[in-house]
């Protein structure tokens, strides 16, 4: 049963501490996508990418945040320092299919406390 | 800024009762899709309709697109109490694959 998984997914930390959240896409998915919720704004989009180059990245702090795709299996979210206002649950999703016709698979969800 | 944003912002009906939630945005697309998401999940994919559609149904779902007015809608029918759920509207931008979710439908069924 192919899904996206995430870890970790629940993560505790105090602030200015690093963070960093792992997803690894459904085999085969060349679309990896990054969102973060909070019942203030929703689901943002912080980044994407597409064959592991990153497209858009327009969503994300670039102080503190970074996003890699060190291999098609594997992508990163990292937060440096973190923030109390950085506490939101991040999901990651893939997908195979190009814009006209994708649909998107979500992972469970990391959900970040900073203190 | 979302791209979409639903109407209600949080709905509750009885059991067997139809559900309707409406999503609009802001730029042409290619295509427009509704996810689910229970509480503390993901989110579930439910439904995509092309530009170029105009309606379309799976299951108890029926969704409609009208493109001069840049909205859609999202019909459940006799819903059920699992129904209960976040529903959000997604689109990207023709051409791109920046999908944007709007700020969802809470929807509430009653047993």
């Known amino acids: 049963d192919a899904r996206v998984t995430q870890t970790p997914r629940h993560k505790v930390t105090e602030m200015g501490q690093e963070v960093t959240m792992r997803c690894q896409p459904i085999?085969?998915?060349?679309?990896v996508f990054w969102y973060r919720q909070t019942m203030m704004q929703g689901l943002e989009l912080l980044a994407y990418?597409?064959?592991?180059?990153?497209?858009?990245d327009s969503g994300m702090p670039k102080d503190r945040f970074s996003a890699e795709m060190p291999d098609a299996t594997l992508a990163t979210l990292k937060i440096q320092p973190s923030e109390p206002r950085d506490s939101a649950v991040y999901f990651c999703?893939?997908?195979?299919?190009?814009?006209?016709?994708?649909?998107?698979?979500f992972g469970e969800g990391s959900r970040l406390t900073v203190l | 800024s979302q791209q979409g944003e639903e109407d209600p912002q949080a709905l509750s009906i009885q059991e067997g009762e139809n559900a309707t939630m409406n999503c609009s945005y802001k730029?042409?697309?290619?295509?427009l899709q509704w996810y689910r998401q229970n509480s503390g999940r993901g989110l579930v994919h439910l439904i995509l309709?092309?530009?170029?559609?105009r309606e379309k149904h799976s299951g108890r779902l029926r969704v409609t697109l009208d493109t001069s007015k840049k909205s859609s809608s999202l019909l459940i029918t006799a819903s059920r109490a699992a129904d209960t759920a976040s529903y959000f509207c997604?689109?990207?931008?023709?051409?791109?694959?920046?999908?944007?979710f709007g700020t969802g439908t809470r929807l509430k069924v009653l047993a």
């Open positions: 999703a893939s997908g195979s299919r190009g814009p006209h016709t994708g649909e998107l698979f």
């Open positions: 085999l085969g998915h060349n679309t």
């Open positions: 990418f597409r064959n592991r180059a990153p497209l858009d």
């Open positions: 730029t042409s697309i290619n295509n």
């Open positions: 997604a689109t990207a931008s023709s051409g791109t694959y920046k999908y944007i």
């Open positions: 309709i092309r530009s170029n559609e």
